[in-house]
């Protein structure tokens, strides 16, 4: 399921009384960048993985001066 909400065709009624004006163009949709969540998820799971990482390197320091 997409993070975002896909819009109406173009002359099709948005609402109950959707007119739409005379001399309004008629677009296309075009989607040409990614939902913003996405770049929060691969946010995250880079922050984690260098914090897990770093975690594990801490650890083997720790066993080899034993």
Do not use: C, Q
């Amino acid at each position: 399921m997409p993070d975002h909400a896909t819009p109406a065709a173009p002359g099709s009624p948005t609402g109950p009384d959707a007119v739409t004006p005379p001399g309004a163009p008629d677009r296309k949709y075009v989607e040409n960048k990614p939902p913003r969540g996405l770049y929060v998820r691969v946010f995250i799971y880079v922050v984690a993985t260098h914090v897990l990482l770093a975690f594990m390197s801490l650890l083997v320091i720790i066993a080899k001066t034993r």
